[in-house]
């Protein structure tokens, strides 16, 4: 093909393309988005009306008890059933971090000591908040996402022959609200909110930190990620892409050597850390003792409860000869933590897709996982619909992922209720499970940083002979 | 012909009416000290004591006690005892070494059923029960439980060095000392029970040892371990407390009572005749007393007769006692004279039935058993029964269950006449993984004539495949609950009980007769929990590790590796030809 020919299509292509932008830019700032609030109001709200009926529908209906009992759906840390118990333990005047039922952190006995009557409102409340932040949170990543790309574009940074990569406000104008919808009509949030695990209050917290940190607010981000931290101690590796997406949004370069990288990096720390000192000073007060430390951060790093739940902890624990446990425990609780360096490095421009592959890392390498957690990471897979051509597995991961969450209650029902089963069968599952889990992320992953190197060098490449080439990771 | 001993024997008991036990003690109290004035100076005693009770079954209970009274003032600290005359050393080195002050250790095989049997003299659970309390000098309580265990363990044979923390309560109410001294900080008490305890002749042997006589004299040569372990119930026990050596209490002792409770089965031991004499139950008759004992007594309870059983040969001496709350009578035949042997020179008890009685049902009694299905969660419910037609009496219950199994106390329910009857006084301490068991007392009232019931949830730990029996799928056994109870006596029940007493006695119940104190033990537990498979170590190491690695493996390859274009490589022919080139320096092949 003629080359100059091909520029000036593509710098039509390109002209089309701006205007295109122009139009959602105008679309997105007239009157000024109360007219997109208006009009992705009634979609939402009518979201939120279904999610609520659901829930509602299914906390009256007796599945709700079975539900509650669910290993995959509840673990030790998150149960109702010990919330519940702390509180009557509480009550009886005894402290319910001297047993080893209670593991749920001072300020929740607290929340709940004033609202177990209205647990269930407080649990649909919950997941409508968690699903409007992710909501807001995508939307404002979106239009950022969008301002980037007409800045690269204009910048021409781009490949040329990349335009089929490129995204356009048409498709991403429902990504928020199916962010939303995959976070409020999954079974697995229907199921723990069902099921009242404490996980969704942390998933909560989770994503109003992501909103607050996209929206830029640095103080609120760090209280809520202290918030977080507090919770279930593994959300302190989202310290990372936070402080990058700050930095970023600043134009602070990543540099070691530069004094404002320090400045900011320290005063967020301070931030964070001091709101988590602020936040544990609170709970020793409220109860006189630091008694909850060890039954809460001890409990989640040495795993003694061996109760099966979906993820890779409890069976490996109690099949291991005793001598090699410390070992084990470091190296399986290593998992979530390592990873956060060199991911930072690798995704140091993309801090929103570093912050989904470090929940998805969290959920997975997690001691005690649950369809909840799953749930979260899961809420964010419409939001990189545009990667959907580089996924390499997603079939079968789709499928194995479906097949495990349909085994889990069967293997389940014949090892413990009909005796016909054995552990092993269980276990296989939550294998499958999680490879199955680790297959979909590490593809996204794939599929992220491929999308990013096509932008860059363009989306047909050429061997030197001139023949159509295959990528290769070397 | 047997009529006419039985009409003997009541008129023996209505002309001695009156003499009652006090009087049979004062006699023998004026001979114990006379037989003892020579060696005055250690007043040590011991008294030996059979007790036969015909049961309404058909089965016959044999009760016996040794009690030997250790004349030593034990109160001073540091003071070296090594002078031991009837008490045994080994175990008065044990109560110095570790400052005990009170010591109770049971073994028992089989379950008494209080609802045939009606209430046995001295209660224990199945299996091993340990409680001791510790002078309050004690600093490092615990320590000094886990040396006493393992120097009892060594003692008398048994599994007791598994008594650890994990199994260890201390009851805030239930266990009170039963000598001298009142201690009530229960930080000084230690209780554990070891449900699976087989109990069987290893463990009597070291037990009849601590007998001055042995089992070579006096009530001791019944003893035979093949009898003793062919019945339905056999339970010895050791009880070690501090008591006054006289009304004044002056002075004080320590008292040892050993005590071993039998029940021999209608069926099994008594080939299905209810019939039975000394010789059958134990296979030896009584010959002579231990000469050591200052008392050697064998008692049968006659309350019932005669219309029950015939008993020869008759004795003239009769006994009345209060005996758990209901007045017995009982035939004394006293070991120390030469009469009772008769000409034979031995002495062959003979029990004959004549026809079938009613028991009077026993006051109080409770049961446990495990309720729901799957290996997930369960419930234990505890139900006490109130047999009394119109008085209310409260009860402590006391429950210590492992920790494996974790109790939800939010689901405690507690229900008399299908109505909520909320416990006045509830002590909850809750179990800690591998380090302490679930302990819950708890003071409720029994309404008359009722059936009360206690239950609460739990949910079954998967433990680590080391930490399991190994017959891991026979379940694991959750110790006895233990229901202690002051329960209003029969005596005082029966306001109409004037044939024996004068009627000036009997208008207000006397205050020591209107309650005792009983406890009772409910069943132990069996519970299945969830194994893992046991042969799979390797395999799940494995495993998993695989599925962390794959993980590894593909976020290290992505974050390691940059893209790029696969350009093929040359085939071989032109790489060779390539190396030869570039060394004559000739343009390359492509």
Redesign the interface.
């Known amino acids: 093909m003629d080359g100059t020919l091909f520029r000036s299509v593509n710098k039509f292509f390109i002209i089309a393309f701006c205007l295109d932008i122009k139009s959602y830019k105008s679309f997105m700032h007239r009157p000024d988005s109360f007219f997109l609030a208006t009009k992705m109001a009634a979609p939402l709200t009518l979201l939120l009306i279904v999610a609520v009926t659901i829930r509602a529908v299914l906390f009256r209906s007796s599945l709700a008890e079975l539900i509650s ?1 669910r ?1 995959e759906v509840v673990s030790p840390l998150n149960a109702w ?1 010990r919330v ?2 702390g ?3 509480l009550d ?1 005047g ?1 402290s319910p971090y ?4 209670f593991h749920e952190t001072p300020l929740m006995i607290y929340l709940f000591h004033f609202t177990v009557d209205y647990a269930e409102i407080v649990f649909i409340v919950t997941d409508g908040i968690t699903a409007l932040a992710l909501y807001l949170s995508i939307q404002t990543y979106n239009k950022d996402v969008f301002r980037k790309q007409k800045y690269a574009l204009e910048s021409d940074r781009y490949s040329a022959d990349c335009l089929e990569l490129l995204r356009s406000p048409k498709e991403m104008f429902y990504i928020p609200l199916k962010v939303a919808m995959f976070y409020l009509l999954n079974p697995f949030t229907i199921l723990s909110c069902v099921a009242k695990s404490t996980c969704g209050l942390n998933n909560a917290i989770i994503a109003l930190f992501i909103f607050c940190t996209l929206k830029g607010s640095a103080l609120l981000s760090g209280i809520l990620l202290a918030l977080a931290t507090y919770q279930s101690i593994y959300p302190l590796t989202l310290f990372a892409p936070a402080l990058l997406f700050f930095l970023q949004r600043l134009y602070i370069p990543v540099n070691l050597r530069r004094s404002s990288f320090w400045f900011f990096t320290l005063q967020y720390a301070f931030m964070y850390v001091g709101s988590l000192v602020v936040i544990t000073g609170l709970s020793f007060f409220l109860l006189g003792s630091w008694d909850f430390i060890p039954s809460v951060y001890g409990f989640i790093f040495s795993v ?5 739940n979906i993820g ?1 902890f ?9 001598h090699f446990r410390l070992f084990f425990s470091c190296v ?1 609780q290593i ?1 979530v933590f390592f ?1 956060t360096i ?2 930072s490095i ?1 995704l140091k421009e993309h801090p929103v897709f570093l912050i989904f592959m470090q929940i998805a890392i969290i959920s ?2 997690k001691s005690y996982p649950t369809v909840g957690d799953v749930a979260l990471y899961m809420a964010f897979l419409p939001a990189w619909s545009h990667l959907y051509r580089f996924l390499r597995n997603i079939f079968l991961v789709s499928c194995v992922l479906l097949a495990c969450s349909a085994l889990f209650p069967v293997l389940w029902h014949l ?3 009909a005796g016909s089963a ?3 069968f269980y ?1 296989a599952i939550t ?1 499958l499970f ?2 199955g889990q ?2 979909l992320v ?1 593809d996204y ?2 599929a992220y ?2 999308r990013e ?1 096509h932008l860059t ?1 363009g989306l047909y ?4 002979d001139g023949t159509e ?6 | 012909d047997s009529d006419p001993v039985g009409f003997d024997s009541l008129d023996l008991n209505e002309r001695r009416g009156r003499s009652t036990d006090a009087e049979l003690d004062r006699r023998d109290g004026t001979r114990t000290s006379e037989a003892l004035t020579p060696a005055a100076a250690a007043r040590d005693e011991f008294q030996e004591e059979l007790v036969i009770r015909p049961l309404h079954s058909g089965d016959i209970y044999a009760s016996f006690q040794f009690r030997t009274l250790w004349d030593t003032d034990f109160l001073q600290e540091g003071q070296k005892v090594s002078h031991y005359r009837l008490f045994p050393k080994s175990l008065g080195q044990v109560l110095s070494k570790f400052s005990v002050r009170e010591l109770h250790i049971s073994f028992t095989q089989g379950f008494w059923r209080t609802m045939q049997w009606g209430q046995p003299f001295i209660p224990s659970p199945p299996g091993a029960e340990l409680w001791v309390w510790f002078h309050d000098t004690v600093s490092d309580v615990d320590g000094n439980w886990k040396e006493l265990t393992n120097v009892l363990s060594g003692i008398f044979c048994a599994s007791l060095n598994f008594i650890d923390l994990t199994n260890t309560v201390q009851p805030s109410a239930s266990f009170k000392p039963l000598g001298l001294g009142n201690a009530t900080d229960h930080r000084f008490l230690r209780y554990a029970t070891l449900p699976r305890e087989i109990v069987c002749t290893e463990n009597l042997t070291p037990w009849k040892k601590l007998l001055p006589c042995g089992s070579k004299a006096g009530l001791a040569v019944l003893l035979k371990s093949e009898k003793l372990f062919h019945s339905s119930f056999h339970s010895q026990a050791v009880h070690i407390r501090p008591v006054c050596q006289d009304e004044q209490c002056t002075s004080k002792a320590w008292e040892l009572r050993q005590t071993l409770n039998v029940v021999f089965d209608l069926y099994t031991a008594g080939q299905g005749k209810k019939e039975w004499s000394l010789f059958k139950m134990f296979s030896r008759t009584l010959t002579e007393a231990c000469p050591l004992a200052t008392s050697s007594k064998v008692y049968v309870d006659i309350t019932d007769n005669p219309e029950l059983f015939e008993l020869s040969p008759a004795t003239p001496l009769l006994s009345q006692a209060v005996v758990l709350g209901d007045r017995r009578t009982y035939s004394v035949y006293d070991l120390s004279r030469a009469e009772t042997f008769g000409q034979l020179r031995s002495l062959n008890l003979l029990l004959r039935w004549k026809g079938d009685g009613e028991m009077l049902r026993p006051l109080l009694h409770a049961e446990r058993y495990v309720a729901g ?5 369960g419930e234990i419910h505890t139900v006490i029964y109130n047999n009394h037609p119109y008085r209310a009496f409260p009860v402590l219950l006391m429950d210590s269950v492992p ?1 494996y199994l ?5 689901t405690l329910t507690v229900t008399s006449k299908s109505r909520d009857n909320k416990p006045s006084y ?1 002590h ?7 380090h302490r068991p ?1 302990l819950l007392e708890m003071l409720i009232q029994l309404p008359p004539h009722s059936m009360t019931e206690v239950t609460v949830q739990f ?1 079954r ?6 930490e399991y029996t190994p017959d891991p799928n026979h379940g694991f056994y959750v110790g006895s609950s233990v229901v202690s109870a002051l329960v209003p006596s029969m005596v005082a029940m029966n306001t109409n009980f004037t044939q024996d007493q004068p009627l000036f006695s009997s208008f207000v119940p006397v205050k020591e007769e209107s309650s005792y104190f009983v406890r009772v033990y409910t069943e132990p537990l069996l519970v299945n929990l ?4 046991f042969s ?2 390797y395999n ?2 494995c ?2 590790c695989t ?2 690695a ?3 493996g ?2 290290y ?12 490589s040359l085939p071989l022919a032109k790489r060779l030809a390539n190396l030869i080139r570039r060394i004559r320096g000739v343009p390359l092949l492509t």
């Open positions: 009992a290993v059933k519940v118990e509180l009557a333990l009886l005894v001297s047993g080893d039922v003694p409860d061996l109760t099966p890779l409890w069976y490996f624990f109690a099949e291991m000869f005793e399986f998992n990873y060199p991911l690798k997975i390498f090892w413990i209720y054995n552990s092993n276990y294998l999680n490879f680790i297959l590490a992953f794939y940083l491929r190197h060098h490449l050429k061997k030197k080439a295959t990528l290769v990771l070397k | 299905f799957g290996l997930q969660t920790w974790q109790l939800y106390i939010h509830i909850y301490q809750p179990a800690k993984d591998r679930h949910e730990a998967l433990l680590k495949w080391t969830p194994t893992p498979d799979m170590p799940v190491i495993l998993t599925v962390v794959v993980g590894y593909s976020f390859n992505l974050l390691t590796r940059t893209f790029q274009v696969d350009e093929p």
